[in-house]
């Protein structure tokens, strides 16, 4: 058996080939394509060229079946998985709209009060795709008749894989877009009709089912593979830590995330600022979804590039372990935050001493382990060992994850979304 993992990412494509995941040794491979596919950032939009993405995937792919061999060409299952909360709109004939991502701005906080309606409503926020085509039903009507069917850009990659005839898409995605009922796992069609979302939802599919097999040979993937219906990337990530097991999670990615399971039973209060996340049958995600991460230190890089074009990420990074014990402090979040609109980034004890590229670095990073600590506030969990992704090749955020949170272990070696999709889908198949 062979299997084939594709994760669409806010900035790049992964994707993993897994032969004999059953048995020992297995071989595992993995590929990764940046995209540049930004078209519109600014003016409190965050939109992407959906064409763009899907070249990417291939180009991926075609690299994966490179390295692979022709053992590409006969997987048997392919598995999902795309950053949450955005929309896009398609036709039968493949005219599509941008996607716009979880990082749109677009719904005011006016907006969203406007249209929010039930007990469901609440989670409701910017960048979330029952707001923004609550949105662009009220501001666009006339261009949103044009499509028939919405979805994730995953949604719309196996719609185009398995030439299905109706958009899909799994109860995690459907949970990102929001105005979606956790109880009965299906949307809450009331507070759509509030909203004033007019085009038909894609229907909802259980993780783990799969939707259809490959008729479209362009993405180097033979016809007749099972291809899974797409799940959460946040999901994916933290499944290939954790696997079936219950524990907890740092993952540092675009954005980062502290993330710890709890019994689908459990119903206790969150704060604000933490949400629960659908995973398997047996497991919820207590999540802590900082909208700041990478794209955080990102600003601040490309402030230090447009100085100086010598000047090196690496170097950034190398600047900033130097400086690790800076008392310069930066609340990082540039980006605000979905629980508090209103508050963005600050400096604080800034000295003649301390602004330099690499006290400002590391502050930075500090302040992105600083802040999703304060955001999972005084959430209890019993997990004694936290794993950490996405920083094994950033001793910096090591550094300040330890000397914040306490001893970690690390995880990076073949641990990607894609890779976790797939382990995913071969663990909660239906």
């Known amino acids: 058996m062979s299997r084939v993992g594709i994760d669409i990412g806010t ?23 940046v995209h540049t596919a930004d078209i519109i950032s600014s003016d409190n939009k965050h939109e992407q060229c959906a064409q763009r993405i899907l070249s990417a995937v291939r180009t991926a792919l075609v690299a994966l079946a490179e390295k692979s061999g022709a053992l590409i060409l006969n997987v048997n299952t392919v598995s999902v998985c795309c950053q949450m909360h955005g929309v896009m709109l398609w036709n039968d004939e493949h005219d ?39 949105w662009l039903a009220r501001n666009t009507p006339s261009e949103l008749k ?81 291809v899974f219906i797409p799940v959460g990337d946040l999901q994916a ?41 659908l995973y398997t049958d047996k497991y919820n995600l207590v999540t802590a ?26 170097t950034v990074m190398e600047l900033a372990y130097e400086k690790r014990n800076t008392d310069l402090r930066v609340c990082p979040v540039f980006f605000g935050e979905r629980h508090d609109t209103g ?19 590391a502050a930075v990073l500090r302040g992105v382990v600083e802040n999703l600590c304060e955001m999972m506030g005084g959430v209890q969990t ?13 001793p910096i955020l090591q550094h300040y994850l330890r000397e914040i949170m306490g001893d970690f272990v690390l995880f990076d070696k073949d641990v990607t979304a894609a890779y976790g999709a797939i382990l995913f889908d071969l663990d909660n198949m239906k």
């Open 343 to 361: 508050t963005f980034g600050s400096f604080s004890n800034v000295t003649s001493d301390n602004f330099t590229v690499g006290d400002i670095s």
């Open 237 to 277: 990530s933290v499944y290939s830590v954790l696997g079936a097991s219950s524990g907890r999670v740092f993952n540092y990615g675009t954005a980062s995330q502290i993330v710890h399971t709890t019994k689908c039973d459990d119903f206790g209060d969150l704060p604000v600022s933490v949400r629960r996340t």
């Open 11 to 33: 900035t790049s494509i992964k994707c993993c080939f897994l032969s004999n995941p059953s048995s020992s040794p297995s071989t595992i491979l993995h590929t990764k394509q």
């Open 96 to 134: 599509t709209t941008t996607l716009v991502t979880w990082q749109d701005h677009r719904c005011s906080d006016d907006f969203l009060r406007e249209i929010r309606y039930s007990e469901f409503s609440d989670d409701l926020h910017a960048g979330y795709g029952s707001a923004t085509l609550a």
């Open 382 to 394: 019993n997990f004694d060992t936290l794993y950490a992704v996405g920083i094994a090749e950033r």
């Open 289 to 314: 979804a900082s909208l700041n991460g990478g794209n955080s230190m990102e600003i601040v890089f490309n402030l230090f590039s447009s100085l100086t074009a010598d000047l090196h990420y690496d």
């Open 146 to 226: 044009k499509y028939k069917h919405c979805g994730t850009v995953a949604d719309y990659l196996v719609f185009v894989l398995c030439g299905l005839r109706e958009g899909v898409i799994s109860d995690h995605n459907a949970q990102s877009w929001g105005l979606f009922n956790d109880k009965t796992r299906n949307w809450d069609n009331r507070a759509l009709n509030t909203a004033g979302v007019t085009i038909n939802l894609p229907k909802i599919v259980n993780n783990g089912n799969i939707i259809g097999c490959v008729v479209n040979e362009k993405f180097s993937i033979q016809k007749g593979a099972q």
